[in-house]
């Protein structure tokens, strides 16, 4: 297929100046002083305009909690599965 109306260099970059990315405009905490969204709390302490909102450190507990939980939980079944993997090459070493 042909093209048409070819867009010359200017009116692509005319298009085009409007694509920049912007920084992000951050807020700082008044509580710990972290950087956060505006209107939204701080993802480091829980605080949303000097009230706590959500109590971070019971979720960075509980988030520990799950996560050794899971690594435990990896570990026994990789140790299932690699038993008889490790067992067998023993027997063919006596062999």
Known sequence: MVV???????HTA????HHALQAPSLATC??????????????ECG????RMVVD???KKQAREA???AKREAIQAQQ?????????????????
């Open 14 to 17: 005319n298009r085009r100046s």
């Open 66 to 68: 799950r996560l050794l």
């Open 79 to 95: 140790g299932e599965v690699t038993t008889p993997a490790t067992a067998e090459p023993q027997a063919e070493e006596k062999k």
């Open 30 to 43: 008044t509580n710990c002083s972290a950087k956060h969204r505006p209107h939204h709390m701080c993802l």
């Open 47 to 50: 605080y949303y305009k000097g």
């Open 56 to 58: 971070m450190t019971a």
């Open 4 to 10: 048409r109306m070819r867009h010359t260099r200017s």
